[in-house]
């Protein structure tokens, strides 16, 4: 197969690596730091051609191009080779620009007869996974790729034939992957500082090993109609607790402002007073209040 890529840090390099690492394709690459002997060693590792014009990697007889920049140069990326594009030849955006960008830059093919521009959004660890990491595609042509991607050994899941519908479901669930991480980090500073953070592992652990994640999540969301008030009592007195320590409460107070919140949106008198059955019925109630 002919496989191009305009960037080549991280993605472009992992990819190409388990691309050949597999079996012999010809890759074409670009990057900004050609001529940097960090890429030129890249390139001579991964067995592909690297070129000092993005459109010498588009003028190849290429199978798929994958467009792998910093979110900011996606469309300038893109606006480089439009004048080099076919209909034969799948146009993957893997950068993290948003999907209003994304968007964008299809219409932009389109107007121009595009069809086959593809929204890729990459959800695993790239250093494990490779070419075969787990990513989300969205687009008209989306689901051909998939199926065409899956059978050279990606690890492709087609969501929709909406171009930003990959990349959306990346930012929801960065939400809680890096809310959580971030979190994590908090809690154990203030442990390590009282010498607590063990007991506190442990106790956390116990919590959400008992039961499975959806019920885990179904009991926290749904607790919150009745007890959104109080809990933003116990927040206030948490704050004062990190502040007493010197450290800065960055996601305590966003705890205690979202459930502020809740608690402004009387969820409590619109579900009786009672308990909601599940945290679905809790946030679409929330959304449209």
Do not use: C
């Not at 790239?126 to 790729?145: D, I, M, P, R, W």
């Not at 971030?182 to 090993?209: F, R």
């Amino acid at each position: 197969m002919n496989i191009g890529f305009i960037g080549f840090g991280e993605v472009g390099y992992e990819m190409s690596k388990g691309f050949n690492h597999q079996q012999n394709h010809k890759i074409y690459v670009y990057d900004p730091l050609f001529d940097r002997k960090e890429t030129i060693q890249r390139a001579e590792e991964t067995h592909t051609t690297l070129f000092d014009d993005t459109r010498k990697v588009v003028q190849k007889p290429l199978d798929v191009l994958f467009v792998a920049v910093p979110a900011s140069y996606a469309v300038e990326a893109w606006e480089t080779v439009w004048s080099h594009l076919n209909n034969k030849t799948f146009y993957v955006d893997l950068s993290t620009a948003s999907a209003a960008t994304k968007q964008k830059i299809s219409t932009g093919m389109m107007e121009k007869g595009i069809q086959s521009f593809i929204d890729g959004a990459i959800m695993g660890p790239l250093k494990e996974g490779q070419h075969k990491v787990f990513t989300n595609v969205s687009g008209y042509k989306a689901e051909e790729f998939a199926h065409w991607g899956n059978d050279l050994g990606m690890n492709l899941t087609f969501v929709s034939k909406n171009i930003g519908d990959a990349t959306n479901i990346k930012f929801i669930r960065s939400i809680f992957t890096k809310g959580l991480s971030t979190l994590l980090h908090e809690v154990m500073e203030i442990a390590e500082l009282n010498q607590l953070e063990d007991t506190i592992l442990e106790s956390i652990a116990k919590t959400m090993d008992k039961e499975p994640f959806e019920k885990i999540m179904n009991r926290l969301i749904t607790g919150n109609v009745l007890h959104a008030e109080r809990r933003v009592k116990e927040m206030d007195n948490v704050i004062d607790f990190i502040n007493s320590h010197n450290q800065e409460p960055l996601m305590t107070e966003a705890t205690r402002n979202k459930l502020a919140a809740l608690s402004n949106k009387n969820l409590k008198n619109q579900f009786n007073g009672e308990a909601p059955r599940d945290w679905k019925s809790v946030i679409r109630t929330s959304n449209s209040t």
